[in-house]
């Protein structure tokens, strides 16, 4: 997530404040100017103060929920957006839009009855408000790198629209009347409900869509809102955004804050002056000041979702080789990475799927069962890095690291490639850093040799990641293809292990070895997040699933 400040937005926000604050007085004759400004300025005050200013790394990169793919879009446009479900503090789905289901024996039918509810432009929220979203998720015209997900819902016919095969009107998500959303399944989902809260399956409204056409979420006058808040002041890479409260909204009695304001800042030090300063509330913490604050009463240490590795591209010569794979893989130091560089709670990632992500079917986490791979072991690295340079008949290699632009990430590829290089005498390492956004793209092209890149689960499932690494997957950045994996995959989603819950979990641990034994990606550490939250802030909801952080309970004292 992304962060910045904004005084000028500010300034402009407590200039309209301050206007009506004096039509307000304007009827008290016996008020001198003087005392009518005071009183303004008193409300101003008191309203810019329940503006809650939150710190984020990155800019957002789309407000729209069928196009969006990274953590700080999700978050920003849950906080605008609400979809048939939202989630409770603990994570389990909770009914948003939808007022109530009616649900099949089978669990192969979903009947939503959606509440009456308004978009903030005074339109009703309706059932092809859905339908039409959800279309345009799976349509290959709109090429969705999430379109996947709704053939993890099991959507009906949604696999077969994304190919090409079957035309889009035949999704099985249709509206009844205006308030009557009717669901069908390809196969039962145990998940499906938790999955409806998640951006790619928020609404959109048809007539809105089509009148701002590309120029759809990309301004204040082109994004509607449904959801607790409404935008303000954005625009695309944009270092601060703009909400305020959704007056429109159908649970607003239920949100306190006036507004949420989102600055972009990407190095610590600038972040804790900020935070010190008083100019922003919620801030992420980074490297030596984790040890600083972290008796500070106002410090968080939370768990997050996030894995984050490498991706070679094996598509570059000498990357398709197993063996140098996996000497990269165990060269560096993934504990000194969690230890000693990032100091929040992240923790070494022996693993493609996370901890505390899903419970299996004996009620157990699924890394409480699974085995763990490619741990750092220089000698092993040493070995195999001699292999493959036998194999490939060369004693010399020069890979670019490609990272986004923060401060952790960078330092975090810095004492890679020290590690990297020191480990395996003729591998050189070159770092190449860019905004986020840049870095996405540079890998969904393929244009790239090594990636450092995450992956946030969008829902409580092992599938969320190894989905990723079937053929042809837009998130399968290292184009590798395996016959036996993609079969596993399949199975597991609608196949024969789909009906078997005990297989099914037995067959994403075996998926998922043969990914690491592959070394398809070469895990760095699992994120956890060090976050200074100002003590008359309560109410924050964090998640390690889906939309990280939830507003619409937080109050500001």
Not at 137 to 157: C, H, M, Q, R
Not at 442 to 464: H, K, N
Request: proline share 4%; aromatic share 10%.
């Amino acid at each position: 997530m992304k962060k910045i400040i904004s005084l000028l937005t500010v300034l402009a926000l407590l200039f309209s404040l301050t206007a009506c604050g004096s039509k307000e007085a304007a009827p008290a004759e016996s008020s001198t100017p003087a005392e009518t400004q005071t009183a303004s300025e008193t409300a101003t005050s008191e309203e810019a103060a329940n503006i809650l200013k939150v710190q984020i790394e990155v800019e957002v990169a789309s407000m729209d929920p069928q196009i969006a793919t990274d953590g700080t879009s999700f978050e920003v446009m849950g906080a605008v957006t609400e979809g048939l479900y939202s989630v409770d503090a603990a994570g389990s789905p909770i009914l948003a839009m939808a007022e109530s289901v009616d649900k099949s024996e089978d669990g192969m039918s979903y009947t939503f009855h959606l509440r009456d509810a308004n978009w903030s432009n005074g339109t009703p929220v309706t059932a092809n408000d859905f339908v039409y979203a959800w279309k345009r998720l799976v349509d290959p015209a709109t090429a969705s790198e999430y379109s996947f997900i709704a053939e993890i819902a099991g959507i009906k016919n949604a696999a077969a629209i994304i190919s090409g095969d079957v035309p889009v009107d035949e999704l099985g998500a249709v509206a009844e009347d205006d308030k009557t959303l009717v669901v069908t399944l390809d196969f039962p989902v145990s998940y499906f409900e938790s999955l409806m809260s998640f951006n790619s399956f928020f609404p959109v409204n048809e007539a809105f869509f089509t009148e701002k056409g590309d120029l759809f979420g990309t301004s204040p006058d082109t994004i509607l809102a449904n959801g607790p808040f409404k935008i303000s002041a954005y625009e695309p890479a944009a270092t601060t955004i703009e909400l305020v409260k959704n007056e429109d909204y159908w649970d607003a009695d239920a949100v306190k804050l006036d507004g949420i304001e989102y600055q972009v800042i990407k190095e610590a030090q600038q972040t804790m002056l900020a935070y010190q300063n008083g100019d922003i509330d919620v801030a992420t913490l980074a490297g030596e000041q984790v040890e600083q604050f972290k008796a500070d009463p106002e410090f968080h240490n939370i768990m997050a979702g996030y894995l984050w590795y490498i991706s070679p591209n094996q598509t570059v010569a000498g990357l398709e080789n197993v063996n140098l794979r996996k000497a990269i893989a165990l060269s560096y130091d993934k504990a000194a990475i969690a230890n000693n560089i990032l100091k929040d709670g992240s923790i070494v990632a022996d693993f493609a799927v996370p901890t505390l992500l899903a419970a299996g079917p004996d009620g157990k986490d699924y890394r409480e069962t699974a085995d763990t791979y490619l741990a750092t072991d220089k000698a092993k690295a040493l070995e195999y890095f001699n292999t493959a340079k036998a194999e490939l008949g060369v004693d010399e290699f020069s890979y670019t690291l490609i990272v986004e632009d923060t401060e952790s990430a960078q330092n975090v590829a810095q004492f890679i490639q020290s590690e990297i290089q020191t480990t395996l005498p003729g591998m050189t390492i070159t770092i190449e850093t860019m905004p986020k956004k840049n870095r996405v793209e540079r890998m969904q092209e393929g244009d790239f040799e090594l990636g450092l890149t995450r992956w946030g689960p969008d829902y409580a499932d092992p599938m969320t990641y190894l989905d990723m690494w079937i053929t042809d997957s837009p998130n399968n950045y290292g184009f590798w293809s395996n016959a036996e994996y993609d079969s596993i995959i399949q199975s597991a989603k609608n196949g024969e292990l789909a009906l078997d819950l005990i297989a099914r979990w037995e067959g994403l641990k075996k998926a998922e070895k043969i990914v690491m034994d592959e070394a398809v990606i070469l895990p760095v550490y699992q994120k956890g997040n060090a976050v200074m939250i100002k003590g008359n802030v309560t109410g924050i909801e964090f998640h390690s699933v889906g939309i990280n952080r939830i507003y619409k309970n937080a109050v500001k004292n």
